[in-house]
């Protein structure tokens, strides 16, 4: 079946370390995005890529870095740069160009900072 | 400034009855318009979007949305409720002056309730 594929689930981290999240699509999506969903807000873009080895910020990218050397994977790191990373992580893509397409949205990731 | 707007937290209702989720937008030019669910510890799923065109919209699991350009409004509803509809729901926009789905806006959510 085509998706995404997000991993790990559930993620616990010590303060001042890097860990990096796990984006994989099937979809043959040129658009991927990471989002960041905390209780009782919208999701908040944290990087987007629309091509391979492109990525561009987003709205809330201090803390983070991405790459993009595959079509169908989109890491992310959360560095110890990250002042409130515990967050439920969400990356997603789409068919690319200027029309308005749906995401397609991975399972999740939970990070929790100890 | 463009925003979305999801005036409730939560949404109660009896299964069977009908259920509307609210959603109003501000935003520059016509809109694209989303809803999406999420259901607890799980990614988000599309429902249904309105480019342009009728203003009546249907979706996945029964859903529907209704564009209201007076009233910049494009409310969910579904005419019968089951307790399996119980989740968060998102609305997005993009101003069609924007050039790509990463400038999507998001609500805040609505999280949704059937009793049975």
């Known amino acids: 079946d085509g998706g995404i594929t997000q991993s790990p689930k559930y993620l616990f981290r010590k303060e001042g370390q890097n860990v990096t999240l796990s984006c994989e699509q099937n979809?043959?999506?040129?658009?991927m995005y990471w989002y960041r969903q905390d209780p009782g807000q919208g999701l908040r873009l944290i990087y987007y890529?629309?091509?391979?080895?492109?990525?561009q910020k987003g709205d809330i990218a201090e803390g983070y870095s991405v790459s993009r050397e595959k079509k169908e994977s989109f890491p992310l790191t959360v560095t110890s740069a990250q002042k409130n990373p515990t967050a439920f992580y969400l990356c997603?893509?789409?068919?690319?160009?200027?029309?308005?397409?749906?995401?397609?949205f991975g399972e999740g990731s939970r990070l929790t900072v100890l | 400034a463009q925003s979305v707007a999801q005036p409730e937290d939560q949404v109660n209702v009896a299964e069977g009855n009908p259920l509307t989720v609210k959603c109003t937008y501000s935003?520059?030019?016509?809109?694209?318009l989303f809803w999406y669910v999420q259901y607890p510890n799980r990614g988000l799923q599309f429902l249904l979007k309105?480019?342009?065109?009728d203003n009546l919209v249907k979706g996945s699991y029964g859903f529907e949305a209704e564009f209201n350009k007076s009233q910049t409004s494009f409310h969910l509803k579904k005419p019968s409720a089951l307790v399996s509809d119980s989740a968060l729901y998102f609305c997005?926009?993009?101003?069609?002056?924007?050039?790509?789905?990463?400038?999507?806006?998001w609500g805040a959510g609505t999280k949704l309730i059937i009793k049975p």
């Open positions: 935003v520059s030019g016509n809109p694209y």
């Open positions: 997005a926009v993009r101003a069609s002056g924007m050039d790509s789905n990463y400038q999507l806006i």
């Open positions: 309105y480019i342009t065109g």
């Open positions: 890529s629309q091509i391979v080895n492109d990525f």
């Open positions: 997603a893509s789409s068919i690319g160009g200027v029309s308005p397409r749906e995401l397609f």
């Open positions: 979809l043959n999506h040129d658009a």
